[in-house]
T-cell receptor, first 116, second 121 residues
């Protein structure tokens, strides 16, 4: 069964420092996609970064980078130079194919708090 | 581009009433829309997949008679919570998948609406 595991319910980081949010996944699909979303207190889901299982290089989007280790089935999010506005819930998700349609499976999330 | 709206953003209703939530793709056509539910401090759980012009596909454990989904056009899907009860209070989020993959960051990208917070008294 496809599953996403985020083992850190909460993380704290000092402003301007880097932080890594962990995500491991379990799938038997040969092709899949991994996502990270940010959800501030307002509730909207903000797309951050995407990694395809066949992508040769780790994805990067500005201050966000994804440390993709396929053999370990991990897709950790690295946020560099943290800002106060980065405080939010962060969800790792995997796209899976079931019954002919694609669906997203989400982890339980990590609450990131950036301290001044 | 790729904006998805939801209406209303918040709704409070009495137990036993029905509530309709709209999800619209504003600048693209969405053959598929997804409805998620999120309880406080929990993750998003997929409730159903809605395809334009056909019946929705519900996830296991989701009552199709309680959560009615209609996807009448390529830009609108509605979720109706029938005979709502306090345990239905939750944050409901829709997402829409762009019909075309051209110009997007990756194929079949989903775009999320801002969510609707439902409180049933």
């Amino acid at each position: 069964a496809q599953k996403i595991t985020q083992t850190q319910p909460g993380m704290f980081v000092q402003e301007k420092e880097a932080v890594t949010l962990d995500c491991t996944y379990d799938t038997s699909d040969p092709s899949y996609g991994l996502f990270w979303y940010k959800q501030p207190s307002s509730g909207e889901m903000i797309f951050l970064i995407y990694q395809g299982s066949y992508d040769q290089q780790n994805a990067t989007e500005g201050r966000y980078s994804l440390n993709f280790q396929k053999a370990r089935k991990s897709a950790n999010l690295v946020i560099s130079a943290s800002q106060l506005g980065d405080s939010a819930m962060y969800f790792c998700a995997m796209r899976r194919l079931q019954g002919g349609s694609e669906k997203l499976v989400f982890g339980k999330g990590t609450k990131l708090t950036v301290n001044p | 581009g790729a904006v998805v709206s939801q209406h209303p953003s918040r709704v409070i209703c009495k137990s036993g009433t029905s509530v309709k939530i709209e999800c619209r793709s504003l600048d693209f056509q969405a053959t598929t829309m997804f409805w998620y539910r999120q309880f406080p401090k929990q993750s998003l759980m997929l409730m159903a997949t809605s395809n334009e012009g056909s019946k929705a596909t519900y996830e296991q454990g989701v009552e199709k008679d309680k959560f009615l989904i209609n996807h009448a056009s390529l830009t609108l899907s509605t979720l109706t919570v029938t005979s709502a009860h306090p345990e239905d209070s939750s944050f409901y989020i829709c997402s829409a998948r762009d019909r075309s993959s051209g110009g997007r960051r990756f194929h079949n990208e989903q775009f999320f609406g801002p969510g609707t917070r439902l409180t049933v008294l």
